[in-house]
């Protein structure tokens, strides 16, 4: 064993351990060496070695100066045995290193004396300092509640404001871990965590939970702790309280939603014109979102559609419940629910008095809830079945006037309503009170429009022979103004018929008032016996005095059609209108075919220089004529060709059910027509025409020549046929009124004269000669020998007139047939 520091070198890997093990120790270097009396190194260790790069064999036996900046060696101030001071030691390659020294003196028992030094390197050393400051430092000033934890999850530090966080000291949270400390369940859930933490190496941030007690909300992270050779040593963890933070969040938060809220319910009844959807639409808009029952109570006369009474007049208070909306159904409810019922409240109830004082109720308890209410009352019993504890009434007013009440309640563990909901529900009340007052005074114009408008329209259609007609009208859902949509069916001369259906442009009065200005105009034109293009023409030349505005050309579309059911012939001609329809059965298979008649498309009426021009056809016996509006197979999204043919597919399916037209009618407009709001902004007139012919005995016809004697023969004729239809009674009279038609066409005629006799509702005789002309109608004078006969003719007909004809003119008139 040796005596002398000099021979005590230690082996060169004693300061080594396994390869990749590392000392916490060596995280700050402490090197040691060992000087005699003369100053001469007596001991290196190792880390000076891998400090100053001089090995042992370097540094052992030489004086310390040689290794100091300064050339001197160690000693001690003064008196003292051990001290701490500041050296600067050379490096091997020749730069200085400055340390932090602590030195003390050792003697042995012979008299020797030795001087140990342990020193480190000084920045080092200092950083470490800085590092402890300040980990103390912000363990002691900050606002954080701090926590580390070893890698049991025990506490083994803790800050003053973790124990303010915990409401305990810190040595009670010392060496004990979360489950110890915190509530359950949060403890589990936190030590939990901290063991993935630990183990994964994951850090958690602004983790939030509820504070200990249960008051409040902090932010936790949490993040694991390692050594310099990235061991785990522990956790870390920092609280943060931000229960005043939450507080504000979630008042911004509130206040966003309440933004939220206003802006959906405006939107909800933005576009709604009736009174009933826009207390549905508010009511589900609030509910759940801001309570859990929520209903509209309107003035009876609001409810009505009339002017809401003043506040003064109401001594007894008759409401009507509208939009009832629930976040759950229950029996209990039913027995509040009073949807479309009256009920009556007497002025100094609740409700009562919020209506007749306008100022809105706030209940917070379910005591002022049922405050003043009989105990007697079964909705009493219900509410409380229900829970009902906070309950907001307030009155819906618009222009000075009160319409009613929203009412709006939370149930059950909800928090009950406060100021912030009043006002809230206030601003909603006001914009509903609005909308319920435009809708009111919507429907009340709409509907004397929809009373203008039906008063206009055909009350009956006539009963002629060799048809059968059947109609539809639907005015647009309540969300839309009626438009101008109007048909017609018209009894002409010779038991023919005109049937018509058209469109004006626009809605409201405006339209309404246009569609009977031109369905009047036509009827007048009707009557003068035109051909269907040239009525059309004589229409459309109308239009600067139908317009409205005169300064507004008035735009429509129309489509006329006559029919001669004698002959089986129908003339069309239309203006701008869709195609009429025509459904023919097969004789063979009894199947329905339908497709669209090509007719010359003409420009709607309103355009001028455009030429309209007819199409005459011959239809089967029994076809089906249909005409109708763009109401009807008009969609947003498709091409208006896809709604006829989807028309005609509809019409074919319904005729092969052998049901009346009045089913086929009733079958077209409900397939065509259902609830979509996309197919209710217009109006829908249809018109369904069974076309037959008359049967053969009922018609008759002759030619003669333009001869005087043939006014004989005429009048036989007559007398024959009236006898063979058992109509001798107007025998005596048609032969008169025939003697005096074919008498004025031999004296201007050259040609042939024709005379045709046709049994329907009336006797119609006409006698057609090729003059174009009509007879010149005018009053005779006392000495007059001729121009007697039209006179006589217009006396004693029922009815009388002339139309033009390809080659030619005819001359009709019409008796009346016995009872």
């Not at 993040?223 to 990235?230: E, I, N, P, Q």
């Not at 003064?312 to 949807?339: H, I, K, P, Y």
């Not at 329905?592 to 090509?598: D, G, H, M, S």
Request: net charge negative.
């Amino acid at each position: 064993m040796p005596t002398d520091p000099s021979e005590a070198r230690p082996p060169e890997d004693s300061s080594a351990g396994p390869p990749d093990s590392q000392s916490r120790l060596d995280v700050l270097r402490v090197a040691t060496f060992l000087l005699d009396g003369a100053g001469r190194i007596v001991f290196w260790s190792p880390i000076a070695e891998d400090l100053f790069g001089w090995g042992w064999a370097e540094a052992v036996g030489r004086p310390i100066k040689d290794f100091t900046t300064t050339g001197h060696t160690i000693a001690p101030p003064g008196e003292a045995r051990s001290w701490n001071d500041t050296l600067w030691l050379r490096h091997r390659d020749g730069h200085p290193i400055r340390l932090d020294m602590r030195a003390a003196l050792l003697e042995k028992g012979s008299g020797d004396s030795y001087l140990v030094a342990n020193v480190v390197e000084a920045d080092k050393a200092l950083a470490i300092e800085q590092d402890l400051a300040t980990l103390d430092g912000l363990f002691t000033a900050s606002p954080l509640g701090i926590a580390v934890f070893d890698t049991d999850l025990r506490y083994t530090r803790v800050n003053e404001a973790l124990s303010r966080l915990h409401g305990a000291p810190a040595g009670d949270l010392i060496g004990r871990t979360v489950l110890d400390v915190l509530p359950k369940p949060m403890s589990e859930e936190i030590h939990r965590l901290q063991q993935e933490v630990l183990r994964s190496g994951r850090s958690v941030i602004d983790l939030v939970t509820a504070s200990p007690d249960g008051d409040g909300a902090q932010s936790v992270s949490f993040g694991r702790l390692t050594d310099h050779a990235g061991r785990a040593v522990g956790v870390s963890c920092t609280v943060m309280d931000i229960t005043e933070r939450r507080e504000a969040l979630d008042k911004i938060e509130r206040a966003r939603q309440r933004l939220v809220l206003l802006n959906d319910v405006g939107r909800a009844l933005g576009d709604l014109l009736d009174v009933r959807r826009i207390c549905s639409a508010l009511t589900h808009a609030l509910v759940p979102r801001l309570g859990d029952y929520a209903s509209v109570e309107l003035l009876i006369a609001v409810a009505r559609g009339e002017e809401p009474p003043p506040i003064e007049e109401l001594s007894q208070v008759t409401m009507v419940q509208f939009g009832l909306a629930a976040s759950r159904s229950s029996t209990a409810l039913d027995t509040l629910n009073r949807e479309g019922k009256d009920t009556d409240y007497p002025s100094e109830s609740l409700f009562g008095t919020v209506l007749t004082t306008g100022t809105p109720h706030l209940a917070e308890t379910q005591g002022e809830v049922l405050a003043g209410a009989d105990e007697r009352d079964p909705r009493v019993a219900a509410a409380r079945e229900l829970g009902l504890h906070s309950m907001l009434t307030l009155p819906l007013r618009a222009r000075g006037r009160v319409l009613g009440l929203l009412v709006v309640s939370r149930a059950e563990r909800r928090a009950p309503f406060d100021h912030e909901d009043l006002a809230l529900t206030m601003e909603l009340g006001a914009r509903a009170g609005i909308s319920l007052d435009n809708a009111r005074l919507y429907g009340r114009e709409r509907e004397a429009a929809l009373m203008l408008q039906r008063s206009l329209l055909p009350q009956s259609l006539p009963v002629l022979p060799g048809v059968r007609v059947s109609h539809r009208y639907v005015p647009s859902r309540s969300g839309a103004e009626i438009g101008g949509d109007w048909f017609d069916v018209i009894p002409l001369a010779g038991g023919r018929m005109a049937f018509v259906i058209g469109d004006a442009t626009g809605h409201g009065l405006r339209a309404a008032a246009t569609m009977g200005q031109l369905r009047t105009a036509v009827r007048t034109l009707a009557g003068l016996d035109l051909a269907p293009a040239d009525l059309l023409r004589r229409l459309n030349d109308l239009g600067q005095d139908v317009a409205q505005p005169p300064d507004s050309p008035v735009m429509a579309t129309c489509v006329y059609a006559v029919y001669d059911p004698s002959t089986r012939i129908c003339t069309l001609a239309k203006a701008g209108h869709l195609p009429p329809v025509l459904a023919v059965e097969d004789a063979t298979t009894g199947r329905w075919t339908a497709q669209p008649l090509e007719l010359p498309s003409g420009a709607p009426l309103g355009v001028d220089g455009v030429a309209f021009e007819e199409r005459m056809i011959e239809v089967a016996e029994g076809a089906v004529l249909v005409l109708y509006t763009d109401g009807l197979i008009e969609t947003r999204h498709e091409d208006i060709a896809v709604g006829v043919g989807r028309l005609c597919d509809v019409l074919a399916g319904a005729l092969g059910e052998d049901g009346s037209l009045e089913d086929v009618c009733d079958t077209v407009v409900g397939t065509l027509h259902p609830s979509a709001a996309e197919r209710e902004s217009d109006d829908i007139a249809l018109l369904a025409v069974r076309l037959s012919r008359l049967p053969e005995d009922r018609v008759t016809a002759w030619s003669f020549p333009a001869e005087r004697q043939v006014v004989h023969r005429t009048r036989r004729v007559v007398r024959e046929t009236l006898r063979e239809w058992g109509l001798t009674a107007v025998a005596e009279e048609a032969e008169l009124l025939v003697g005096e038609l074919v008498t004025n066409a031999v004296l201007h005629a050259t040609g042939p004269i024709q005379m045709r006799m046709v049994l329907g509702a009336s006797l119609l005789v006409e006698v057609t000669d090729p003059v174009p002309d009509p007879p010149d109608e005018r009053t005779p004078s006392l000495d007059d020998e001729n121009g007697r006969g039209l006179v006589l003719v217009a006396a004693g007909s029922h009815r009388w007139g002339t139309r033009r004809e390809p080659a030619g003119k005819t001359v009709w008139f019409e008796l009346s047939l016995p009872d």
